[in-house]
């Protein structure tokens, strides 16, 4: 929500700027959770949320109790957190990045190179850098607020500079895409994770779809295509990672939809609550955050060490180590 102004305070694991090899510890005090303690037990649950499931699994009539532990609002930590696994990728030379491709009916079809997601993105009111997009954005989101409707739609995230062998494909948990599409897949309202061409590659036949290998002396091996997102066989290729996810719609509506008292077992109208129209760029923030934490796990899983010094010198070994491959 634009008015809220919650920031993050750091209270242990950092020193002078740096970390200190302690667990990091972090607050995000929520200005504006007053509201909480003065309102009324809720009953009736939302469709769409956590809030009948929940009580059904705990036990529990008060809903209120339900709805804001599972309330989104817990995906600040992980950005918070997310900025710390991308200041540490940086010292590896990798970047995440993000960009929205789809709100609603409005699809941006521009093909945009990964390396320039930051700069046309920074300025972009959707994350989305196409501005022929946008202004479609822009327009179903008024239409769908006019309407007492929500849109969801779909972000996509990359990694940029990430060398090959990450992850593994001895182990169905340590396979790279499967820790990366679960990561996104945490995230709430997101229904359907791809990985590269993800579910357009049901459509091509074999030599459409595998990407083609090239050797020269001073870049090693390459690949004239990135069909695979670059992860094959739950590791890392060399090539630049890239997801998309796709979100529902917000099910908290203006016009709520029908729903059942949990005390009475009467039919009652679902509670409304204050809720944006359009989630799906604050989605792909914390999108990148995720990301961002999965490949900083698989890199000290990787190269290991008690120190920054340490790991980003087994890292360089390592890349020498591949160009001699």
């Known amino acids: 929500m634009k008015f809220e102004n919650d920031a993050v305070t750091f209270v242990g694991g950092l020193h002078e700027g740096k970390t200190t090899g302690a667990p990091i510890a972090l607050t995000i005090p929520n200005v ?58 940086d010292e590896l030379r990798m970047k995440v990045v993000g960009r929205v491709c789809q709100i ?36 179903a989101v008024k239409e769908a607020a006019k309407n007492g409707e929500t849109l969801g739609g779909r972000f996509q995230v990359a990694a940029l500079g990430v060398p090959p062998g990450l992850g593994h494909f001895i182990s169905w948990e340590k396979r790279l895409d499967s820790r990366l599409a679960a990561a996104l897949m945490s995230i709430p309202a997101i229904k359907a994770v791809e990985v590269g061409l993800g579910t357009r590659s049901a459509e091509c036949v074999g030599s459409q779809m595998q990407d083609i290998i090239r050797y020269e002396l001073k870049k090693s091996f390459w690949r004239e295509t990135n069909r695979a997102g670059g992860i094959e066989g739950g590791v890392s290729n060399g090539e630049t990672i890239w997801l998309t996810a796709a979100m529902k719609p917000l099910p908290t509506l203006k016009s709520p939809l029908d729903s059942v008292d949990v005390q009475t077992k009467q039919e009652a ?6 809720a944006d129209v359009c989630a799906v760029p604050a989605a792909c923030v914390v999108g990148e955050a995720m990301m961002a934490l999965v490949l900083a796990d698989a890199c000290l899983e990787k190269f290991g060490g008690d120190s920054l010094l340490e790991t980003r010198r087994n890292y360089e070994n390592y890349c020498s180590a591949l160009h001699q491959y």
């Open 32 to 89: 504006d959770q007053s509201f909480v303690a003065e309102t009324a037990p809720v009953c009736v649950p939302r469709p769409g949320h956590a809030d009948l499931a929940g009580g059904q699994k705990l036990n529990e009539k008060n809903l209120r109790i339900i709805a804001e532990r599972s309330s989104a609002r817990e995906t600040a930590c992980r950005v918070a957190l997310g900025a710390l696994a991308r200041a540490f990728l």
């Open 104 to 139: 609603g009916p409005a699809v941006s079809k521009k093909e945009i190179p990964f390396e320039q997601w930051p700069s046309r993105t920074a300025e972009s009111e959707f994350r989305c850098g196409d501005p022929e997009a946008e202004t479609q954005m822009r327009e």
């Open 269 to 274: 109208p679902a509670p409304v609550s204050r």
